[in-house]
C-alpha cells in the first residue's frame, strides 16, 4: 500500500506536469499559427479604383467601371466576392495578385472581399461607396386642404 | 432669381431689355419650370426633393428676336441659383432652367400620382432703361397666382399651370400644358420636354402693346396685340459630377407668335427662338 501511495504521489504530479507542458507547447504553437495567419492577412491587398460611384438622386442606380486589384504574400486560390451580395466576381488559382475590372451597377454602397476559395472568410475587404447629390423623400400622403 | 436665370438668355443688358420685355415668349423656358426640375432630377412620382441650395455658373448662346438690336444671335455667362425649401405643406423654389423664377407653393392636394399645388410668384419683367424705350409707361413684374397640376402618367409628367396676374399690372392670365420624360443613360440623366402655352390678351398688350397715348409721344406706332399660343420643345442632361458638383447642359426652342412679332416694340423679327445652354453648379 505505501508502494502505491508512493507511485501516486511521484507519477500524478509527474503526468499533470506532463500534461500540462504539451498543452502549453499545443497552445503556444497555435498561438504562433494563427498569429502567422494573421500577418498574412494583414499582408493582404485589395483596392479598387476609382471611387465613390455618384449617382444624381438617392435611388437611382449608379454606374461606374472599376478595376480591383489585389496580391497576397501566399500562393493560392483566391476568390474576389461581392461581400453585399455574395456574389464570387472572379478566382485565381495558384497566384499571389490578380487585377480585375467590372461595370459597378448599384443603388447602395457594395462591400468587396478577397476570400480564399471556398470559404467564406474575409482576408481583406474594400468598398464602393455609393454617393448622390440630391435626397429626394415622398411627400407626406394629403388630402384637398384648400377646395 | 428670375432676373438672374433669364440673364442668360441675354447677350447684353439691350438684350436682356428685349427679354423682359417678350418673357411671355419666353415663358416657353418658364412653363418648364418645376417639371422641368422634376425630369432632370428623375424624381419618382410624387416624390419631393429635400431642401436644398445650389449655386453655378453658366453660358449660354442662342438666337432669338431682339427689341434693341439687329443682331438676333447672342451669348451671354449666366448666374445658377436653384434651391427649394419644403416645410409640411408649403414651399419656396426657385430653379434656374425654369425661368419661373421665385415661386412660393403650397401643395394642395396629393395622390399617388397626382399633385395639385397652388403657386404665386413674380413673372414677367419691365422694359429696360434703354433710351429707345425711355418715353413708354413702365412695364411692372406682374404677380402671378394660380394652380399647378402635374401628373405622373407611365413614364411621362405631365404639368398643367393655369395662372393671373394679382398686382393689378398685366392683369393678365397664362395657361400653360407641358409633358416630359427622362432616361438615366448611365449616370446622365436626359429629358425631353414638350410644351404649349396660352397668353391671353392683357399680358401681351401689357408687355407688347403700344397705348396711342405712348405712340403719341414716341415713334412706336400704337399697337394692340390679341392673345397668342406658343409652343416649346426642351431636351436636356444633367450629370452628377460629384457629390457637390452638378453638370447641366439645355437646349431649347420656341415658336413665337404673330402677336409678339407684329409689336413695333422689336427692332427684329424671328418666328422661333432657340438657346443652348450648359453649366456647372455646387449643391450645398
Redesign the interface.
Known amino acids: 500500500m505505501n508502494t502505491l501511495l508512493s507511485v501516486n504521489t511521484i507519477v500524478r504530479p509527474l503526468l499533470t506536469a506532463t500534461i500540462t507542458v504539451i498543452l502549453l507547447v499545443s497552445i503556444g504553437k497555435t498561438g504562433t499559427v494563427h498569429a502567422a495567419q494573421d500577418e498574412l492577412n494583414t499582408a493582404a491587398q485589395l483596392s479598387v479604383t476609382p471611387k465613390p460611384c455618384v449617382a444624381l438622386r438617392k435611388g437611382q442606380t449608379c454606374y461606374l467601371e472599376v478595376t480591383f486589384t489585389w496580391q497576397h504574400p501566399k500562393v493560392g486560390n483566391y476568390c474576389l466576392v461581392n461581400a453585399t451580395t455574395n456574389h464570387t466576381l472572379q478566382c485565381w488559382e495558384q497566384h499571389t495578385k490578380g487585377e480585375f475590372s467590372f461595370d459597378f451597377q448599384a443603388t447602395m454602397s457594395n462591400d468587396f472581399a478577397l476570400r480564399t476559395q471556398a470559404s467564406t472568410t474575409d482576408l481583406v475587404s474594400t468598398t464602393i461607396p455609393v454617393a448622390w447629390v440630391y435626397q429626394s423623400s415622398k411627400r407626406a400622403k394629403s388630402t384637398w386642404r384648400l377646395f | 432669381m428670375t432676373t438672374l436665370i433669364k440673364q442668360h438668355h441675354r447677350a447684353s443688358h439691350f438684350l436682356l431689355a428685349s427679354l423682359l420685355l417678350t418673357s411671355v415668349c419666353f415663358s416657353g423656358a418658364s412653363a418648364a419650370s418645376d417639371i422641368s426640375h422634376k425630369l432632370r432630377?428623375?424624381?419618382?412620382a410624387?416624390?419631393?426633393?429635400?431642401n436644398?441650395f445650389e449655386l453655378g455658373l453658366g453660358i449660354a448662346t442662342g438666337i432669338a428676336p431682339k427689341l434693341t438690336e439687329d443682331e438676333q444671335t447672342w451669348t451671354s455667362g449666366y448666374l445658377v441659383m436653384n434651391g427649394s425649401y419644403t416645410w409640411h405643406?408649403a414651399f419656396i423654389e426657385a430653379y434656374g432652367e425654369s425661368g419661373d423664377g421665385l415661386l412660393l407653393g403650397?401643395?394642395?392636394?396629393?395622390?399617388d400620382n397626382w399633385?395639385l399645388d397652388?403657386v404665386v410668384g413674380p413673372q414677367f419683367s419691365g422694359l429696360d432703361s434703354d433710351e429707345k424705350f425711355a418715353e413708354l409707361d413702365d412695364r411692372d413684374t406682374s404677380v402671378m397666382l394660380g394652380g399647378r397640376l402635374t401628373g405622373y402618367v407611365g413614364e411621362n409628367v405631365l404639368q398643367f399651370t393655369l395662372k393671373q396676374d394679382i398686382a393689378g399690372k398685366s392683369k393678365g392670365m397664362l395657361a400653360t400644358a407641358l409633358v416630359g420624360r427622362n432616361w438615366?443613360v448611365?449616370?446622365w440623366?436626359v429629358h425631353g420636354l414638350l410644351g404649349v402655352q396660352y397668353f391671353d390678351s392683357n399680358i401681351n398688350e401689357y408687355y407688347l402693346g403700344v397705348s396711342e397715348a405712348e405712340a403719341a409721344r414716341t415713334q412706336f406706332t400704337a399697337y394692340t396685340p390679341g392673345s397668342n399660343i406658343n409652343y416649346t420643345a426642351e431636351v436636356g442632361v444633367?450629370?452628377?459630377?460629384?457629390?457637390?458638383w452638378?453638370f447641366r447642359s439645355t437646349a431649347r426652342f420656341n415658336t413665337v407668335s404673330d402677336a409678339d412679332m407684329n409689336s413695333p416694340l422689336f427692332a427684329t423679327t424671328r418666328s422661333t427662338r432657340s438657346s443652348l445652354s450648359a453649366s456647372v453648379s455646387y449643391?450645398f
Not at chain 2, 432630377?41 to 419618382?44: L, R
Not at chain 2, 410624387?46 to 429635400?50: F, I, K, P, Q, Y
Not at chain 2, 403650397?106 to 395622390?111: P, V
Open positions: 432630377q428623375s424624381t419618382e410624387n416624390s419631393a426633393t429635400e436644398y405643406n403650397y401643395n394642395a392636394y396629393e395622390s399633385s397652388l438615366q448611365r449616370n440623366n444633367t450629370y452628377p459630377i460629384s457629390e457637390n452638378v449643391v
